[in-house]
């Protein structure tokens, strides 16, 4: 009796896969549905799809709320998106990261005997692109005002109940925060005592923010009654953000804390709508952004995996492991090397790294044992071209010799693995008429510099720069250039309708993750519950695109459910293993279920992502 009641108990929580239940039962809705980082932020799309709004409203809204949270982000940090739009039956793609200031250049970083800019403060931060995106966004595909997508953060701002594990974040990185004036001031109410952070569950207020935030509002507001319409009188908040007093106060308290910022840096960005990357994988035509971030990386990946019948080797048996876990490792290493800002000289080699000539090559390099010393392949001959970078590709395995000091096993306190995974939030919207978006945002995390007295907290993301051509020649710091980010969302179409819409937290294993999570879906038949909780695998085989940019050749993790049988085949093939119970993400997704005209949604168990639906 016991064992019938624990079944029905397991089988209520989720739906059994792959002999196994989820912990999370999936969402399901016909009207919207939104999934995002945290309960509260999923809460304020719900309430902006309440008030009307189209899906893009919904993701603007609950990205407003993610950067109030200091949901591994904040206002200062950047935006990347694709979008939907059902009228032209078209993918957008939305670059909204911010570029590397006047002054950064290698050799200011090199005379402070620095080998890439640091991970921290106010010479870590990217010009800010966050609120430039959602105002783009808004503007050009929502339907609402600012103001009413907004409301539901600036609430926030004004005072919420701060969550444990932001609550402990600050805390622990307090040294960090004690050296910037502006953010102690904001992160750190109970200076002097034992815990100088918030407290679980204590209202955390952001006056500076707030005010911040009514500036947008009011800027917006005096455009409407000044004759403006709604896109108009959003561009104009745009405006007072990026040349009015908020850019100004941004670029003194930048200044003032050692940053390099101009007027002129903020002036001059813009935000980007471009054409997504993509390619078909059996059938299914799947987008990827430009290849400043690592999206296309996926796209390699699944080129090279369509040269083989990963169903029959079977989900997560040797076989299929090895298989995945080399295709990810040739891509990789092309990222490495040839990916950076395309809007710069050298461009990079994109078409012939996307073709599927070159990636039968690549497959063609798949061993049967692992091979912890693949690199970047050659691209060019694959769309008629000479490489004029081959004299770099052997002094690139030195240049990357010589950052790794560290040995290919991992340990649970390793700063590597800290850094390689380190996080952000994901965004995942769909409405009745059609629009899908799907957002990684980033930067600002804690310990963030706050910008003077906005509230605003500034971005890490100048760290994902090199210094050495000989390390990758398209991603050297440059001003006014974008790093090459880990950054990366996912959309799919089948038969020309959405057909998956997906992304996920992390560093440099979101791909790893995704291309995962996709397979699941497509060879494997999983839900998409099932899917976002299924057990990944991650390869540091590619250098890290944070702190040290370390690599770990040969090391793998694997979930604690592989068997005993499976690890030891993959031992003797020279994989260095480590086991965690939770390896899924954390993963947020929407299927699309055209039969009954629904919206399935997953969002993995691995940390507090969820979402709401009707």
């Known amino acids: 009796m016991r064992k019938l009641i624990l079944l029905i108990t397991l089988t209520l929580s989720g739906t059994l896969a792959m002999g196994q239940t989820t912990q999370k039962p999936p969402l399901h809705g016909k009207h919207w549905m939104a999934i995002t980082g945290k309960p509260l932020a999923a809460t304020a799309g719900s309430m902006i799809f309440n008030k009307g709004g189209n899906a893009v409203d919904a993701a603007c809204g609950i990205l407003a709320a993610n950067c109030t949270m200091w949901d591994v982000l904040s206002w200062g940090g950047e935006t990347q998106a694709l979008i939907y739009n059902p009228k032209t039956k078209k993918v957008i793609a939305i670059n909204a990261m911010g570029v590397a200031p006047t002054g950064a250049t290698p050799e200011f970083f090199k005379e402070?005997?620095?080998?890439?800019?640091?991970?921290?403060?106010?010479?870590?931060?990217?010009?800010?692109?966050?609120?430039?995106?959602?105002?783009?966004?808004?503007?050009?595909?929502?339907?609402?005002?600012?103001?009413?997508?907004?409301?539901?953060?600036?609430?926030?701002?004004k005072g919420y109940p701060i969550e444990a594990q932001t609550a402990t974040i600050i805390e622990n990185q307090k040294h960090h925060i004690k050296e910037w004036p502006y953010s102690k001031k904001?992160?750190?109410?109970?200076?002097?005592?034992?815990?100088?952070?918030?407290?679980?569950?204590?209202v955390f207020v952001q006056a500076d923010l707030f005010q911040t935030l009514k500036k947008l509002v009011d800027a917006e507001k005096e455009a409407l009654t000044?004759?403006?319409?709604?896109?108009?009188?959003?561009?104009?908040?745009?405006?007072?953000?990026?040349?009015?007093?908020?850019?100004?106060?941004?670029?003194?308290g930048t200044r003032e804390q050692g940053g390099l910022f101009t007027m002129e840096d903020l002036a001059k960005w813009k935000v980007k709508i471009e054409e997504p990357l993509q390619v078909n994988y059996r059938g299914i035509d799947?987008?990827?952004?430009?290849?400043?971030?690592?999206?296309?990386?996926?796209?390699?990946?699944?080129?090279?995996?369509?040269?083989?019948?990963?169903?029959?080797?079977g989900y997560n048996s040797a076989n299929y492991i090895h298989t995945v876990y080399q295709a990810m490792n040739l891509a990789f290493a092309d990222r490495d090397f040839y990916y950076g800002d395309p809007a710069f000289e050298p461009k990079s080699p994109m078409k012939g790294l996307l073709s599927k000539e070159y990636a039968r090559e690549r497959a063609k390099l798949i061993k049967?044992?692992?091979?912890?010393?693949?690199?970047?392949?050659?691209?060019?001959?694959?769309?008629?071209?000479?490489?004029?970078?081959?004299?770099?590709?052997?002094?690139?395995?030195?240049?990357?010799?010589?950052?790794?000091?560290?040995?290919?096993?991992?340990?649970?306190?390793?700063?590597?693995?800290?850094?390689?995974?380190?996080?952000t939030t994901s965004i995942q919207t769909a409405d009745a008429e059609g629009w899908v978006v799907s957002v990684t945002p980033s930067g600002g995390w804690v310990p963030a510099t706050i910008a003077g007295n906005t509230g605003v907290g500034l971005s890490q993301r100048m760290q994902s720069f090199v210094l050495d051509e000989k390390l990758n020649p398209f991603n050297v710091l440059e001003p006014g250039k974008r790093p090459r980010v880990t950054l990366t969302p996912s959309m799919a179409l089948k038969d020309g309708k959405p057909y998956f819409s997906f992304a996920v937290q992390a560093g440099d294993t979101q791909d790893q993750n995704l291309l995962q999570m996709f397979l699941n879906v497509?060879?494997?038949?999983?839900?998409?519950?099932?899917?976002?909780?299924?057990?990944?695998?991650?390869?540091?085989?590619?250098?890290?695109?944070?702190?040290?940019?370390?690599?770990?050749?040969?090391?793998?993790?694997?979930?604690?459910?592989?068997p005993s049988w499976t690890r030891g085949d993959l031992k003797k093939r020279g994989y260095k293993m480590d086991f965690l119970e939770k390896t899924s993400g954390p993963l947020n997704a929407i299927w699309?279920?055209?039969k009954h005209g629904t919206f399935w949604g997953g969002s993995s168990n691995h940390g507090e992502d969820y979402g709401i639906a009707w």
């Open 112 to 157: 402070k005997d620095m080998a890439y800019p640091p991970e921290f403060g106010p010479l870590a931060a990217t010009t800010p692109g966050t609120p430039g995106g959602l105002m783009t966004m808004l503007a050009e595909y929502g339907t609402l005002s600012l103001a009413e997508v907004l409301a539901p953060a600036m609430e926030m701002a």
């Open 186 to 202: 904001v992160f750190l109410p109970h200076l002097g005592e034992e815990r100088e952070a918030p407290y679980p569950g204590e």
């Open 226 to 252: 000044q004759g403006k319409n709604r896109k108009e009188a959003i561009y104009a908040a745009y405006a007072r953000f990026y040349t009015g007093d908020i850019a100004e106060e941004i670029v003194r």
């Open 286 to 313: 799947v987008y990827k952004l430009q290849e400043w971030t690592q999206g296309p990386a996926m796209l390699q990946s699944l080129n090279i995996l369509e040269n083989f019948d990963l169903k029959s080797m």
């Open 368 to 423: 049967p044992i692992n091979d912890p010393e693949i690199g970047p392949g050659d691209p060019y001959p694959f769309q008629g071209e000479k490489n004029p970078f081959l004299h770099l590709l052997e002094k690139q395995n030195e240049a990357i010799a010589y950052n790794n000091h560290g040995t290919a096993i991992l340990g649970p306190d390793d700063p590597f693995l800290e850094s390689f995974l380190a996080g």
């Open 522 to 562: 497509v060879e494997f038949d999983m839900t998409v519950q099932e899917a976002a909780e299924a057990a990944n695998f991650n390869s540091y085989q590619m250098q890290s695109s944070f702190g040290a940019h370390e690599s770990k050749p040969g090391a793998i993790t694997l979930n604690t459910q592989i």
């Open 592 to 594: 699309f279920d055209w």
